[in-house]
């Protein structure tokens, strides 16, 4: 829901900062894997007991995948660092909820679950969405240059990216923030539904 403000923003310094990373000869696929590494971290110092220090790196993470975009517009743009963005994207937002069931599993088991699960659908939606939106040539810029369609939704990245701030400040809040945002994860993927049936009519 505020990804497209959230673009407006960070785009015009993001992409200065891509234009010198590109002419630095460091290509836009590197960046993107650099920001799953950086994810990944964030996700094994969870796992291992220590959520505030992996807010670094989780940050640091996100700054990486919109700089991939930023240097790829800065260079040159390709199919494979589209598909790969979103990839290591999905891997990272899988990546965290897991490193706080393994930190708890008891306390965090269904709640992860439940998050996960709704991550699937979401995950599903959009990417069914964005498949269609190419056989009809849609195409927007509302959430910034993409390889792939972006449809809107209550839970974007950016509320995504916040709310695995919030577990990492609070993390004995897991489940019940768990609970809630996957909850309205569902609501979101409903609602993708709901439009792809308005917008691509049998």
């Not at 310094?13 to 696929?29: E, F, N, S, T, W």
């Not at 088991?109 to 709704?118: I, K, M, Q, R, V």
């Not at 599903?124 to 498949?131: D, E, M, Q, V, Y």
């Amino acid at each position: 829901m505020l990804d497209g403000v959230a673009r407006k923003l960070i785009d015009p310094p993001l992409d200065r900062l891509g234009r010198h990373v590109a002419a630095a000869g460091i290509g836009a696929d590197a960046v993107t894997l650099a920001g799953l590494v950086l994810g990944l971290m964030a996700a094994g110092a969870i796992a291992l007991g220590a959520p505030g220090w992996a807010l670094l790196p989780l940050l640091a993470s996100r700054l990486a995948d919109g700089l991939d975009g930023a240097v790829a517009r800065a260079s040159h743009k390709t199919d494979f660092g589209g598909y790969l963005d979103i990839t290591c994207d999905f891997v990272f937002y899988g990546a965290i909820p897991l490193g706080f069931v393994w930190l708890a599993p008891s306390a965090n088991g269904a709640a992860g679950a439940f998050l996960l699960a709704s991550f699937y659908a979401n995950g599903a939606s959009f990417l069914g969405f964005a498949i269609l939106a190419e056989k009809k040539q849609m195409s927007t810029d509302a959430r910034g240059v993409k390889s792939l369609y972006f449809t809107g939704g209550l839970l974007e990245g950016t509320e995504t990216i916040a709310f695995f701030v919030a577990l990492c400040l609070w993390p004995a809040w897991f489940a019940p923030l768990a609970w809630g945002f996957g909850g309205v994860c569902f609501l979101t993927a409903g609602s993708r539904v709901l439009l792809a049936r308005r917008v691509f009519p049998g």
